[in-house]
């Protein structure tokens, strides 16, 4: 079955780094875009940044672009997301998502939750 | 940016009751590329529904969306107790993916 496992986070001081991981199985990775939305504590769902099924294309919300970077590697099945200069508004839980092809979300990972904090 | 705006923010609603919750975008929605997903605390969203009005798979007949162009509606005829959650709707029609801010439907 499709499945999506998500690695990274933690607790970064404002101004560093982290990386999270995606690990995608039970589907034709290759083919599908991914995408990476976050949810800040309490609050609900902002879409995050997205790349294509082979890396040729990558967007980015306004309020992470040039700090974070989304990257993919279709011999592994896995997806990472590079966070730089973190801030403390960044402080959510972020997921990967699996786009069906038509630009739903039909598979999601479990979520990491990234702490920015002094 | 397509900003969509649900309501109401909060639903309180008895089991076997029906529910009608709605999402207005800023502008029209292309293609009606219009989905809506639902959470429950601690857990990844789930895909309900798709192009407005289609059923994810595994999604119960109780739900059904509708609507067009800027209007969008999410209905549970009847809802059962595993319905209580956080549903968001979610525009596709645009590179820039966004979601309304939510509206959680609970026990009353």
């Known amino acids: 079955q499709v499945q999506l496992v998500q690695s990274g986070g933690g607790v970064v001081q404002p101004g560093r780094s982290l990386r999270l991981s995606c690990a995608a199985s039970?589907?034709?990775?290759?083919?599908?875009?991914i995408h990476w939305v976050r949810q800040a504590p309490g609050k609900g769902l902002e879409w995050v940044a997205v790349?294509?099924?082979?890396?040729?294309?990558?967007y980015y919300a306004d309020s992470v672009k040039g700090r974070l970077t989304v990257s993919r590697d279709n011999s592994k099945n896995t997806v990472d997301l590079q966070m730089n200069s973190l801030r403390a508004e960044d402080t959510a839980v972020y997921y990967c998502?699996?786009?069906?092809?038509?630009?739903?979300?039909?598979?999601w990972g479990q979520g990491t939750l990234v702490t920015v904090s002094s | 940016e397509i900003v969509l705006t649900q309501s109401p923010g909060t639903l309180s609603l008895s089991p076997g009751e029906r529910a009608t919750l709605s999402c207005r975008a800023s502008q029209s929605v292309y293609s009606n590329y219009l989905a809506w997903y639902q959470q429950k605390p601690g857990q990844a969203p789930r895909l309900l529904i798709y192009?407005?009005?289609s059923r994810a798979t595994g999604t119960p007949d109780r739900f059904s969306g509708s609507g067009s162009g800027t209007d969008f509606a999410l209905t549970i005829s009847r809802l059962e107790p595993e319905d209580f959650a956080v549903y968001y709707c979610q525009q596709y029609a645009s590179t820039y993916v966004t979601f309304g801010q939510g509206t959680k439907v609970e026990i009353k």
């Open positions: 790349i294509s099924h082979d890396g040729s294309y990558k």
């Open positions: 998502a699996k786009n069906n092809g038509s630009g739903t979300f039909d598979h």
């Open positions: 192009g407005a009005s």
């Open positions: 039970g589907f034709a990775f290759s083919t599908y875009g």
